[in-house]
């Protein structure tokens, strides 16, 4: 179990890791980085909040993340007001570029799109009256195949 965990815990750094140190050898500012950091915190923080509550399912908040990142890419990809200067995803590297009106706009979105897909994955879930029952008997299953 607990390796496991290590695993996880590597995987899950090298994914978030690799990425800020590539962008910081490309020569983006500290202060863009963290406004994009800010933005992928955007993409799950509804179905985040949606999923504390015991009727939404873990299928449908994990749905609103990535309804949120993909319309973070979409936007940034289409660009808005002629900011993309015809490279997609340039501005997010550029000085300045994550302070454009495409990024408004993302932050704007981004939410919305999250909050409203975590809502239509979670109907048919909440129409066969999904509670979640909590943690025991996950917790017994657990405890069972550990033998403990």
Same mark, same amino acid.
């Given at each position: 179990m607990r390796t *496991?965990?290590v695993?996880?815990f *590597?995987?899950?750094?090298t994914? #978030?890791? =690799?990425?800020?140190?590539?962008l910081s050898?490309a020569? =983006?500012?500290?202060?863009?980085?963290f406004v994009m950091a800010d933005?992928v915190?955007?993409?799950c923080?509804?179905?985040?909040l $949606?999923?504390l509550?015991?009727?939404?399912?873990?299928t449908?908040? @994990?749905a609103?993340?990535f309804?949120?990142?993909?319309?973070?890419?979409?936007?940034?990809l *289409?660009g808005i007001? !002629?900011?993309?200067?015809?490279?997609?995803m340039? $501005?997010i590297?550029k000085? !300045?570029g994550?302070y454009s009106?495409?990024?408004l706009? @993302?932050f $704007?979105? *981004?939410?919305?799109?999250?909050f409203?897909?975590?809502?239509?994955?979670?109907?048919?879930y909440?129409n066969?009256g999904y509670?979640?029952?909590g943690f025991g @008997?996950i917790? @017994?299953q657990?405890?069972? #195949?550990?033998?403990v």
């Open positions: *496991v965990l695993v996880n *590597v995987i899950s750094a994914i #978030v890791n =690799v990425p800020a140190i590539i050898t020569g =983006v500012s500290v202060l863009s980085l933005l915190c955007a993409t923080v509804v179905p985040l $949606m999923g509550s015991d009727r939404i399912h873990p449908a908040a @994990a609103g993340c309804a949120g990142l993909a319309s973070a890419v979409a936007i940034y *289409v007001n !002629g900011e993309n200067d015809g490279t997609p340039r $501005m590297i000085p !300045g994550l009106d495409t990024s706009t @993302a $704007m979105i *981004v939410p919305g799109a999250s409203f897909t975590t809502l239509l994955v979670n109907i048919p909440h066969k509670r979640f029952a @008997a917790k @017994a657990a405890i069972e #195949v550990e033998g």
